[in-house]
């Protein structure tokens, strides 16, 4: 079986091709791309909520790091998928797990003003004090992009 065929499958959301690739070969679900992606994050960026859910019914290492050190749900964070956030919270997805500079989802979060998963990861404990490689908190990236609703859920949660 093609490890190349599984990804394919999972770019294009193809569900009966991936339970079938699983089934013949369930190791494959730890699998890595070209670029380091596990099928799980890939299937998270691509925003495919029931393959997503497939997939995690397969036991997936949940917070696999891709080759920028980015996790599945770092990805849905910076892509704005609130429902898969919640999807992989619930299954146990670190939310104050790190990129290689540093950033976590909530910066991610905060950077790109996506306020339903701010409010999301700060219910599920998200660190609001975490400082990326640059030394700047979520709370300093929301106000770099003058973000001020952002900015003030950060400030009443830090305060």
């Known amino acids: 079986m093609s ?5 394919k499958a999972i770019r294009v959301g193809d569900m009966p091709q991936c339970k079938t690739l699983l089934a013949a070969n369930p190791d494959i679900i730890n ?9 799980l994050l890939l299937a998270t960026y691509y925003g495919h909520d029931e393959l997503v ?14 080759a920028s050190g980015n996790s599945a749900l770092m990805g849905v964070c910076f892509k704005g ?3 898969i956030a919640a999807t992989l919270i619930r299954k146990g997805a670190n939310v104050n797990q790190v990129n290689f500079n540093g950033a976590s989802a909530l910066i991610y979060a ?8 701010v409010n999301l990861l700060l219910a599920h404990d998200a660190n609001p004090a975490l400082k990326d490689a640059r030394g700047f908190t ?13 900015v003030a859920i950060l400030q009443a949660k830090t305060t």
């Open 53 to 66: 859910k497939v997939l995690l019914e397969h036991n997936p290492e949940i917070d696999a790091q891709d």
């Open 3 to 7: 490890i190349e065929l599984f990804f």
């Open 31 to 39: 699998s890595k791309d070209a670029r380091g992606s596990s099928p």
């Open 138 to 150: 979520a709370l300093d990236h929301a106000k770099m992009q003058g973000l001020d609703q952002v």
């Open 110 to 117: 905060a950077t790109f003003g996506n306020i339903p998963i």
């Open 81 to 83: 998928f609130e429902k």
